[in-house]
């Protein structure tokens, strides 16, 4: 019998539910929380800083913001921590910046190497906010009745048919008033005769603090419907945090001598 195989996901299942009330899988648990040693190691990097004393400010913040969050948010304990790491992690590159400004002006190794490090910062809001904050609830409607979910509400109006070949779609109409405004959604659920076997068409609004979806799931004789209804937040700083990381690194790439770019250049020649 394997010990490890059925120990350690057993403790590790143990703790989440002291921590959390999410259900979370083993390996996102795992991955989360090596990603939070990452940050805080960057946090914490020697290299970075000149006076170790400059670290008790962004400790300090960060311990702050996980008290704070412990309190007032019910999210789960790794996204308070995430966010606790982040806190820290951009206090202390501000200091950084703010008793070190003259040694970064100019040198673009110095600029990419910040670069490097702001979008993961940016990206573990996004990862923290998209999973830890997720808001999913499956609610049932009545045509021209209304259900609340989370700071929106969700008004069934009227529902019609399109027949094509080989596919019938229920198109459903929906009013949605919340912080995105009044809107009017069509979500989609379609039914294909030959390969017996539904599809649903989301309807998806983004913004900068968080995107709404709206999927229909399903229709009763009634023509009551189910619709799945998901508030996801800061999905868009991944992808912000995504395209100046792949900018940090180009210009990390440029900054380094044409000695130290012509073997980054021939050991990935050598992978490939």
């Keep these: 019998m394997n010990f490890r195989r059925y120990y350690i996901p057993f403790v590790w299942r143990l703790f989440l539910k002291a921590v959390s009330d999410t259900p979370i899988s083993f390996y996102e648990y795992v991955f989360g929380v090596f990603g939070i040693l990452v940050l805080l190691i960057l946090a914490i990097n020697p290299s970075l800083y000149t006076r170790k004393v ?28 995430s966010l606790a790491v982040c806190a820290m992690l951009t206090v202390n590159l501000i200091i950084e910046l703010a008793f070190n ?15 490097l490090h702001a979008p ?11 999973m830890g ?13 209304t259900a609340v979910v989370g700071k929106y509400e969700v008004k069934y109006r009227n529902l019609y ?32 005769q030959k390969m017996k076997i539904s599809h649903s068409r989301a309807v998806i609004k983004s ?9 229909f799931e399903g229709i009763d004789d009634k023509d ?12 868009s700083l991944v992808w912000i945090g995504s395209i100046l990381l792949l900018i ?18 021939n050991i990935l020649e050598q992978e490939v």
């Design 248 to 265: 940090g690194t180009i210009l990390y790439y440029f900054s380094e001598n044409k000695k130290t770019r012509i073997l980054i250049k």
């Design 207 to 215: 913004g900068l603090g968080e995107d709404l979806y709206i999927i």
């Design 224 to 235: 009551n419907i189910t619709l799945k209804v998901k508030i996801v937040k800061f999905v």
């Design 54 to 81: 400059l670290l008790i400010p962004g400790s300090v913040c960060g311990l702050a913001v996980l008290a704070l969050m412990l309190f007032l948010c019910d999210y789960g304990f790794l996204t308070k921590l």
């Design 101 to 115: 400004y003259k040694k970064h002006i100019g040198n673009k190794k110095s600029v990419a190497v910040l670069l």
């Design 120 to 130: 993961l910062i940016i990206m573990v809001v996004g990862f923290a906010g998209s």
């Design 133 to 145: 904050m997720l808001l999913n609830s499956d609610v049932t409607i009545e045509k021209g009745n």
């Design 161 to 192: 048919w399109k027949e094509e070949p080989g596919k019938t779609t229920a198109v459903s109409v929906i009013g949605v008033s919340g912080p995105k405004g009044k809107l009017q959604l069509k979500p989609e659920l379609s039914y294909y």
